[in-house]
């Protein structure tokens, strides 16, 4: 009780009992203050004649003057940090921590005291310089804050997996009304799907999304011109995306949105504890019912409203329409198109023009499709594929020596040699017959022969190797080149073309001398 406060009442009070004729004891068993305190206020008001019953009682200005006036304190021995009193509060007004304050006082000053030092000093500094603040306020339907909090670990019955969560909550700054839902990072992707399913929660759009400066929406923090993600940009676009305003906090100033900051709070303090999860769906499902029923239904702290029933009554109706059409959930990415006319993403790989190679390209990642851009200009569309290793070739991104040698499959030679003739096509069907070596180039090199010296003469050269059994592309050449496809007589072709078919062989004989009969 000796430091209990007594208010002007109190002495008022006295000094009516005191004229009534009570004692101190009295007054002290009426419970209105000690006796010591009642002495020293009759001793206070008889030297200044209030205990005259025929004048009137003292203003309470009067009374603060003598019982109110601040007591001398004790001398405080002088700090060790006067010194550097300029520099900590500089430090202080800009937020540094006492710990990073007393390190650089011992890095740069020698300082040698202990840290109890420095934090009675800021404790000095904090009781002389209040820090003022205000409540910032929203029209219905202008504001959203959006943050993200560590949720539950939660092990998948099914599959026994264990992964951790976050929280993605989106509030609604003047009603008080949120979205939250569990998921399992917090990439470009997840951002943008999360703001899409919170928007059709609401259906509507809020004005404005005040956010912290996560990588997945910001690439650049800055006080003055920060730099937004570009997948985000085209989201918050007015022709092509949901037509909202992104707002960031200033860098580690989370109090400018902390009505979201209050409602992750309130999630992991009140939606979490006691509950088992079966997986991540069951998990949302929870999390879903929890802010319709519990959280939607409960009086505001501030407000003394449900949200849900603000939200219903009055901001519902003042947000802005949903598109007819939700804009893409989509990423940027950047790639060098490398010699094989491929651009790797996502350990994925995707053609572009061979014109392009060892340039630098913007890729646009959409739910289905892959989009390659140069300077803005679209250059190729693919199929987006999952999962590492995936690859998606356009022919015509290829030069064309190599779209040729592609296209020249073993059905193709087939084909055009059967157009040439049927000797023609039978001894391409030899050729892949072969059961050691693949003569894909031996067959195109014969499509190459009929396109030099036309279908007739190449027809006309196969079915001559075809005779003598030499199915090589280099014997139907040597043929053509030596114009021996027109000879009929095939006893004096193959004198002449002994090297053709056998290849330069050494001891090769004039068919006459075999059959002379001397």
Known sequence: MAKRRFEMYHYRQ????MRLGDSDRQIAKSGLMGRRVAAVVRGEAAARGWLDNNLPLPPDEQLASVFDAPKKQRARQSSSL???????????????????????????HGFTGSYSAVRRFLQGLADTTPRVTTVLEFAPGDTAQVDFGQGPKITDVHTGEQFKTWFFIMTLAWSRHQYAELVRDQSIETWLGCHRRAFEHFSGVPTRILIDNPKCAITKACYYDPQVQRSYADYADYAEGYGFLIAPC????????????????????????????RDLVDANAQLMQWVMEQAGNRVHGTTRTAPLTRFAETERELLKPLPSVPPECARWATGKLHPDCHVQVEK?????????????????????????????????????????????????????????YKM???????????????????????????????????????????????????????????????????????ILENGLDQITDTEQAFDSLSDAYTGGAKFGRDTKDLFDPH
Not at 14 to 17: D, I, N, P, Q, T
Not at 90 to 107: C, M, P, Y
Not at 372 to 400: F, M, N, S, W
């Open 14 to 17: 006295a000094l009516v009992r």
């Open 82 to 108: 006067e010194p550097y009193r300029d520099q900590i509060t500089s430090w202080f007004e800009d937020g540094v921590q006492g710990t990073t304050i007393h390190n650089a006082l011992k890095r740069r």
């Open 250 to 277: 200033p860098v580690a100033d989370p109090k400018k949105k902390g009505r979201v900051e209050s409602g992750v709070k309130y999630a992991k303090n009140n939606f979490m504890p006691l509950r088992e999860f």
């Open 348 to 404: 994925g790989r995707y053609s572009a023009p061979w014109r392009l190679v060892g340039q630098v390209l913007d890729i646009r990642l959409s739910e289905t499709t892959v989009r390659i851009y140069q300077a803005h200009e679209l250059k190729a569309v693919h199929p987006r594929g999952r999962g590492p290793g995936y690859r998606h070739t356009i022919d015509e991104h290829l030069p064309p020596d190599a779209v040729a």
């Open 408 to 478: 020249r499959t073993p059905q193709w030679c087939l084909k055009q040699a059967e157009v040439a003739g049927p000797h023609c096509h039978r001894f391409v069907e030899r050729l892949f017959e072969h059961r050691v070596l693949d003569k894909l180039r031996a067959a195109q090199g014969i499509i190459n022969l009929i396109k030099r010296y036309g279908p007739a003469r190449t027809d006309a050269a196969c079915q001559r190797a075809l005779y003598f059994d030499n199915v090589q592309y280099r014997s139907v050449r040597i």
